[in-house]
């Protein structure tokens, strides 16, 4: 670790931006493993697929609903502690899966235990404390930890795949139950939360504007029309909102889709694992690029990518073109999420930023819960994932015009041009 003062030396905030990952990466992608077990859990029980999906919605709801409050605990005892009490919840409620008999043991197990309080007190935390270690490089930084989750959706699903095959549903839950566990808290003990001396070495005062508290500071008309303050949050977290029922439409229910369609189940299952192989490079590459063009670009670059992506899925018949399809797919849903923290930082600064992004997380897994809930439900009343899908893709419309506005807000209005803009103060 670098001491106090000194010019040069080793940077633990790199340590933190690992540990951070293999964290996003087991948390994301043990709850995604769903997917995989959906046929499995419905042939067993005899569930609808609107019923057993529901508990991937739990998982991203409660998340949501505990994030801002795993946030402000972050804040007030250190992101260690949070991290490691979520940790030990998400191997454990893997675990417990393999012994289920009715639905509300998955929503249990899977909701509560792996989402509210397993991922709930890992994803806002991590990203709120990564961007309190870096400045210059917080896109980069930002995009590393997320890749951590693409790392889970490329390597979770063909894994459970590959147990359910060897030792059935039960018995794979158990070995994704434990090697979650070895993986997670040793992770969890490498993280430390930010001092004043352990930093970048290009710490620089932060805009005026982020000393406006965004709960309670509304602009007015003026300032509005001018572009002097930052955006309402509402608007962050709509578009998180929208982004993710977007793409949990295609996370939770492409492997039966195809699999509907005639692909085999592993090849089925290896889609899903395609978008988090593309997913990884793309969390990286836009958050290095966010560190170039900013934030709010980069968010309508993504959602694009994304959205027309959606529409691939639809349109798709054969193994070939879906895993095209799957790997742009990957790059945009892959670089998303990462520029909300980002844009968190750039409009608000750092001081609350846990419970800032706490907030906007919590419409994101709320949109996440929506998706993976509609396409289960959209199927069954429907009998395909045709209204599913398009219900994802005119989501993700509205994701790419609330972005729209975000980069037409840098854009000088009439009265700057034509230097007629008001400035307060």
Known sequence: MREPGQPSGFFYGWVIVGASCVLMSVSYGSGLTLAVFLKPLTSE????????????SFNMLLAGCFAPLMGYLSDRIGVRKVAL???GLVGLGLALTSQIHSPWHLYLFQGLLMGG???????????ANVN?????????????????????VMLFPPLSR???????????YLYLGLAASILVIPAALLLRPHVDHDSEGDM???????????????????????????????????????CCVCMSVPLVHIVSHATDIGIPKLAAAGILGVTGAFAFPGRIGMGFLADRIGGRRSLLLCSGIQTFMVLGFLLSHDLLTLYIVAALFGIGYGGIIPQYPILCREFY??????????????????????????????????????????????????????????????????????GLSWKPG
């Not at 029980?45 to 508990?55: E, N």
């Open 45 to 56: 029980f005899g569930w609808s697929r609107g019923v057993t999906s529901l508990a991937y």
């Open 349 to 418: 600064g750092t001081k609350a930023l846990g419970r800032l992004f706490g907030s906007v997380t919590l419409f994101g897994t709320s949109g996440m819960a929506t998706g993976g809930y509609l396409g289960g439900f959209m199927f069954d009343q429907s009998g395909s994932y045709t209204l599913p899908l398009m219900v994802a893709f005119i989501f993700g419309g509205i994701n790419f015009l609330i972005a729209l506005s975000l980069v037409l807000r840098q854009t000088p209005s009439l009265p700057q041009r034509l």
């Open 132 to 152: 309190r270690w870096f400045t210059r490089r917080a896109g980069l930084a930002t995009g590393i930890i997320y890749s951590g989750s693409a790392i889970g």
């Open 85 to 87: 009490f979520g940790a």
């Open 204 to 242: 620089a005062p932060e805009p005026a504007h982020h000393t406006f508290a965004p709960s309670v500071r509304h602009a007015t008309a003026i300032e509005t029309l001018s572009g002097t303050t930052p955006p309402s949050i509402w608007w962050l977290r709509a578009a998180m909102f929208c």
């Open 117 to 127: 309080l397993g991922y709930g007190a890992l994803a806002a935390p991590l990203a």
């Open 162 to 172: 590959y147990f359910i095959n060897l030792f059935g549903w039960r018995t794979a």
